[in-house]
Structure formats: C-alpha cells, structure tokens
C-alpha cells in the first residue's frame, strides 16, 4: 500500500482526492495538511511513499515545500498538484525537486501519473506536452 501525504489547503478538493484515491486498491491518503509548514510537521512523525503537493498554498509555496523536502527527504518522491495549465509552473516544480506535474481537473490523470512516480519515473499531465 503506497501511503501518501496531501498537502492541500482547498477542503473540498482535498475530500475529493481522497475518496478517489480510496477506490484504488494500492494507494491511500493516510494524513492531510492544509498548508507546507503543517506538512513539515507531520512528515517527522509518519512515514509516506508520497507526498502531493498543491502548487498555491498560503504562506509557503508548494514549489518551495518540495525543494525543502528535496534537501531534507532527498530519497521522497514529491508531485505537484495544480489548476494552472502552464509549462512554466511545471518546469520550475520539476527544478524544484518534483518527480510529476498533475492537473487538478483530470483527476484520471492524477491517477495515471501516481504510479510511475512513486517509481521513480517523471510523469507531467500529458495535456501540458513538452516541459
């Protein structure tokens, strides 16, 4: 079972995420955090295989949360969650230390994509093409 850390302050999405994700016979959302401070709470205290970061969180951006879990957890696969459909935000996540670049709105996408990034592959949602 891969375990997973949401890091994601919309409530309703976040339910959502984790209703979809309680579906699949392999992967669970066992925490989530509303915001990147919260998460670097919460990372010390449980082990994940992967931790789901929303791109837009108040205070500490998601971008940054993931090169700090980069340098603290180099060996954690991190993947960006995000509304904004541009190649420039997923190529600064991917420099950040991002193994993946999911769009909100394609929740099969974000589905597609947990697989081979929890394998260590890089995944970016196939509707933004090159990066």
Not at 26 to 36: F, G, L, N
Not at 77 to 90: E, F, V, W
Not at 96 to 113: E, S
């Amino acid at each position: 079972m891969i375990s997973i850390l949401l890091v994601e302050d919309h409530a309703v999405f976040a339910s959502v995420l984790v209703r979809l994700l309680s579906r699949t016979e392999d992967m669970e959302i066992v925490k989530v955090a509303r915001t990147a401070e919260r998460a670097l709470q919460e990372l010390p205290q449980q082990e994940f295989d992967l931790v789901l970061v929303d791109v837009s969180l108040p205070q500490m951006s998601g971008i940054n949360l993931v090169a700090a879990l980069r340098e603290k957890y180099p060996d954690l696969p991190c993947a960006m969650l995000s509304g904004h459909m541009s190649s420039q935000y997923a190529r600064r996540a991917l420099e950040a230390g991002a193994r993946g670049y999911l769009l909100k709105d394609n929740p099969a996408g974000i589905l597609t994509g947990l697989q081979p990034i929890v394998k260590g592959e890089i995944f970016i949602s196939e509707e933004l093409g090159e990066v």
